[in-house]
């Protein structure tokens, strides 16, 4: 059923895009405006408690409970681990905004400053980090916990639906249940086929720079046909081989690129803008987690932030169940430093870097990056790279990067989206991940030719609405589960403890009735 309904929806969705792509980009606009106008404060309020419980997690006594039992050991090397971690949750988004965020939020800056002033520098850079930082890599944490938890710690099948079982109980199997992984479903589609339609108009401007070809909507189309076969053929390799390796990989590529955006940037600029923007955003992040604009009526914070909250949302079950299968093993603190500080930390330094040298370009460097904003966000970077050293290079990196960051999210999710989609907590059959990876494709195709990036952002801010208030529930409901777990843990300490000591206790009155071999004499 929830198969047969998630395909259903999302093959509509494609007719509709593909065959109507004026009507459904101004419905989508539509229906975005009415979400953020009701409920945008939803999402910040949401996600900042998301934030908060994952801190109380990793600093409680909880921390110490492991997914899985306590016998369970991990089945790959800290180094896998994370670089699996790091390809599915951020992978193509860290390239495309990398330059292209902080250049925008410099010209079009929040909180009612200066364009083009200092300020607005700073400020630009702060948000990119506020938007990449920890807030993304807590909603990837809860989801991830949450659903390792119920598969590994308590025995159920994995699916979305099972996170909910403390609070709505046998009704998990049910017609409630089968909405709430359908609504999982869809919203993953919908999120990962964003990111896809990204990655694949920036490999397509990558291209018309260095190769000169084209950066139209059939290039586009090509470039997601050439993503398919790869990201098939990983899929249906298996996890321990083609997602593995290609995520190991993908990790070395992203650091030679920054390494050489570092060595041939303005390098001390680059580590002043991480120190100065950190203490920043360390400093202002209560604030900016919160803030709306009810007064100024500026459309800043629902065009960036929400859009960036609902994107995460919305990729938080796709991720949440990926992590989930990789994370056995680890503890609960260790999961959740994994997850968010370490990823978060690697974000900071790659915006520092690309958004740190756009912005020396721009402002001190004598170049103009504002003619490639204008053109569009995915030209940004290439046009950044065109004024370093070894620009060729850079820029063939990028797109290599691109593709297999591409793959890879696209392999992740194929596996995922056939696993949530199936009563079996097994690997899906081939078949099925054969459907889920045509369709992620069918789905990009369809919103880049219903409006590009911004039909992107409005189905994304619409899709992830529900699932943010699912969000909330699963957290309650670990909360739950957690706590009683981590009451009986003790419990079983304080009789193992009480245990010993009745058996010392034993050991000592039986020396004290069996005198030494003797008698009194010795």
Not at 21 to 32: D, I, L, M, T
Not at 472 to 501: F, G, K, M, N, W
């Amino acid at each position: 059923m929830v198969f047969r309904l998630s395909i259903g929806i999302l093959a509509v969705l494609v007719l509709i895009g593909v065959l109507m792509p004026e009507a459904f980009g101004q419905w989508s606009q539509r229906v975005q405006a009415a979400t953020l106008g009701g409920a945008g404060w939803l999402y910040l309020v949401i996600v900042f408690c998301v934030l908060a419980f994952l801190g109380y997690l990793a600093f409680s006594r909880i921390g110490q409970l492991r997914i899985g039992g306590s016998d369970a050991e991990p089945q790959f090397s800290r180094g896998s681990w994370f670089a699996m971690l790091f390809s599915a949750g951020m992978g193509i988004g860290l390239v495309f905004w990398g330059a292209a965020e902080p250049l925008s939020h410099y010209v079009q800056p929040p909180e009612g400053l200066s364009p083009a002033s200092p300020a607005a520098a700073r400020a630009s850079l702060r948000y990119a980090f506020f938007h990449w930082g920890l807030h993304p890599w807590a909603i990837y944490a809860l989801m991830g916990l949450a659903m390792a938890w119920a598969q590994y710690n308590r025995g159920s099948r994995g699916q979305i639906s099972d996170l909910l079982e403390p609070l709505i109980g046998r009704h998990v199997h049910g017609t409630i249940g089968h909405l709430v992984d359908v609504l999982a479903v869809v919203a993953t589609a919908v999120g990962v086929a964003t990111t896809l339609g990204l990655g694949a108009a920036q490999i397509s401007a990558g291209l018309e720079q260095v190769a000169h070809v084209p950066a139209t909507f059939a290039t586009q189309v090509v470039v997601i046909a050439v993503a398919f076969v790869l990201y098939m053929a990983s899929s249906l390799s298996g996890l321990d081989r083609g997602i593995k390796w290609l995520s190991n990989f993908n990790i070395v590529a992203a650091a030679i690129l920054l390494v050489l955006v570092i060595a041939l940037g303005p390098t001390a600029f680059i580590f002043e803008t991480f120190t100065t923007t950190l203490g920043g955003y360390l400093n202002q992040l209560p604030a900016m987690s919160l803030r709306m604009t009810p007064f100024s009526q500026t459309s800043w914070v629902g065009e960036w932030t929400i859009f960036y909250w609902a994107w995460w949302i919305a990729w938080a079950p796709f991720v949440g169940a990926f992590f989930a299968r990789i994370s056995y093993g680890r503890t609960v603190r260790e999961f959740v430093f994994g997850v968010v500080f370490g990823p978060a930390l690697v974000s900071f330094i790659w915006f520092s870097a690309f958004g740190g040298t756009a912005l020396f370009q721009q402002m001190f460097g004598g170049i103009d990056l504002l003619p490639a904003l204008a053109e569009g966000y995915e030209h940004v970077l290439f046009a950044m790279t065109t004024h370093l050293p070894l620009a060729s290079l850079l820029a063939w990196c990028a797109i290599v990067l691109l593709l297999t960051f591409f793959v890879t999210s696209a392999d992740s999710a194929t596996l995922v989206l056939a696993s949530m989609s199936s009563d079996s907590p097994e690997d899906p059959p081939i078949s099925r991940r054969m459907v889920w990876g045509v369709m992620q494709a069918a789905i990009a195709i369809a919103l880049l030719a219903a409006g590009g990036l911004n039909a992107l952002q409005a189905v994304v801010i619409v899709a992830a609405l529900p699932f943010a208030i699912l969000l909330a529930a699963v957290l309650v409901a670990l909360q739950r589960v957690l706590s009683q777990d981590l009451a009986t843990l003790e419990r079983e300490e304080r009789e193992l403890h009480r245990a010993e000591l009745r058996w010392l206790r034993k050991e000592r009155d039986d020396a004290v009735r069996s005198p030494p071999a003797g008698g009194e004499s010795d």
